[in-house]
């Protein structure tokens, strides 16, 4: 028996070592694996920065088109409050030269008769 026993303790030996260095290397993946975790936090962390510097970019560039916009819609306001005075204006000086027109035409065909009132009489 002894010899088994021997052969048994052999063996035990043999996978006391396997067990050691297995367990080595499961530390070994397990310090890769704990690294690489390392790794795609910080990945995620500067993704998450991007991102934000992103979206502060995007921001920024939609107030400044906001801004613009407004600046254009006021602008555009503006000159057509202008055109609207002008023409208003316009519309103004056309009905008094309409008014101007008919007056004198009404002047004109009072003197008319007048003339031919005149020359029939002599």
């Known amino acids: ?3 088994r026993v021997e052969v048994l303790e052999k063996k035990v030996e043999a996978l006391d070592k396997k067990v050691e260095t297995l367990d080595k290397k499961v530390e ?3 310090k890769k694996v704990e ?3 390392k790794k795609v936090e910080a990945m995620n962390d500067e993704f998450k920065r991007k991102v934000a ?3 502060k970019r995007i921001q920024e560039m939609d107030d400044r088109l906001e801004g613009s916009i407004d600046r254009l819609e006021n602008e555009m306001n503006e000159r ?3 055109l609207e005075t002008k023409i208003d204006n316009l519309r103004i000086e056309l009905i008094e030269t309409q008014e101007t027109v008919d007056f004198h035409s009404a002047k004109i065909a009072q003197h008319e008769r007048k003339i031919r009132k005149l020359s029939q009489q002599q």
Request: charge should be negative; avoid cysteine.
């Open 53 to 55: 510097e992103m979206d």
């Open 80 to 82: 057509f409050n202008r």
């Open 1 to 3: 028996m002894d010899k």
């Open 35 to 37: 690294t690489l975790d």
């Open 28 to 30: 070994t993946l397990d």
